[in-house]
Every structure is written in C-alpha cells, then in structure tokens.
C-alpha cells in the first residue's frame, strides 16, 4: 500500500524558512515526479512545485520562484521542500503528491498525502 507523509510544517513568522519532507513507502518512486501542492482557506488548490524522476529537472509555480527550493532522495524515496523568506501568503496545507504525468497539474497525481499546515504570521 502506497503511502506518503509530510512532516515539517508549523508556525513561522515572515522571512523565517521551514523545510518540508514528504517520505513515500509501498513502492520506488525514483522514476515518477513528485509534486507540491498547497490549499489556503477559501482557496483551490495550487502547484507550488515539482521535480521530476528523470533527470531531476524542477518546476516552480512563479509564486514561490527563488524563495523555494525543490528537491529528492531517491535512496530514501524521500522529496523535500526548503521554503525561504516565507510570507503570509504562504499560509496554507501543503501536500506532496508522485505521479507520472505532467508534473504541473494535480489530476496527473496518483497518490497524495495528508497535508502539512503551514502558518506564516506578519
């Protein structure tokens, strides 16, 4: 059974970073993109990130560009999101998802975790 879980997330204030991990277990994902997606109140849904499993190439939503840093362990079947100079708009659930369709939309996501809150305070 494929399951994945966040870790990492908590409250911050403005221009503190936070690091989130998402660790997948029930199968090796080193060929499959794994995602970051976050969820504000109110809001939908939104790509925050991705790198994908061949040649690691990384995708940022222009929200986060420069501010977070994407990357994965395969050998710990493991992908991290360093988020720098956070804001309050940042406050939101994060999600980690793998999946091997394009990278940038969530319904070519096959599995999902439960979500991590992050809260940015002014």
């Known amino acids: 059974q494929v399951q994945l879980v966040e870790t990492g997330g908590g409250l911050v204030q403005a221009g503190a970073s936070l690091r989130l991990s998402c660790a997948a277990s029930g199968r090796t994902f080193s060929y499959y993109n794994m995602g970051w997606f976050r969820q504000a109140p109110g809001k939908g849904r939104e790509f925050v990130a991705a790198i994908r499993g061949s040649y690691g190439a990384t995708y940022y939503a222009d929200s986060v560009r420069g501010r977070f840093t994407v990357s994965r362990d395969n050998a710990k079947n493991t992908v991290y999101l360093q988020m720098n100079s956070l804001k309050p708009e940042d406050t939101a659930v994060y999600y980690c998802?793998?999946?091997?369709?394009?990278?940038?939309?969530?319904?070519?996501?096959?599995?999902w975790g439960q979500g991590t809150q992050v809260t940015v305070s002014s």
């Open positions: 998802a793998v999946g091997v369709g394009a990278p940038l939309r969530g319904d070519e996501y096959n599995y």
